[in-house]
């Protein structure tokens, strides 16, 4: 199960972010808590950069949680205007380095700061 969190500026970008969920190998159910905020113009441009951040974090957590190499519930992730964060810890380099993959191939990814502990 996934669960989508946050607020988004249009049904649209919610259906999308639904969306890529479901269709993530091994995603059996996404439970959908993201909330559409309709704001002004000024508010716009800043919201349209946090749903993309909230889209990209939900894509790679599906994506993690579909993976059997990385153990998705060791990794958190975060994003900040495209640059995705990975915290937490993993077993081995492989695992932390297969995670830092995964999230470099989720569209609108620029950037990827691996600081994943291997323990």
Do not use: C, F
């Not at 972010?17 to 269709?23: D, P």
């Not at 159910?29 to 990209?56: P, Q």
């Not at 081995?92 to 620029?110: M, P, Y």
């Amino acid at each position: 199960m996934v669960t989508l969190s946050g607020d988004v500026t249009s049904a649209e970008q919610k259906s999308q972010a639904l969306s890529v969920a479901k269709e993530v190998k091994g995603v059996s159910h996404v439970n959908d808590k993201l909330t559409v905020h309709h704001k002004s113009s000024s508010e716009t441009a800043t919201l349209k950069g946090y749903a993309g951040d909230t889209a990209i974090t939900s894509e790679v957590k599906a994506k993690l949680l579909a993976d059997d190499i990385v153990p998705s519930r060791n990794v958190k992730v975060e994003t900040n205007a495209g640059a995705v964060h990975l915290t937490g810890t993993v077993a081995s380099a492989a695992q932390a380095e297969r995670a830092a993959e995964i999230a470099k191939a989720v569209s609108g990814v620029k950037s990827v700061r691996n600081d994943l502990s291997v323990k």
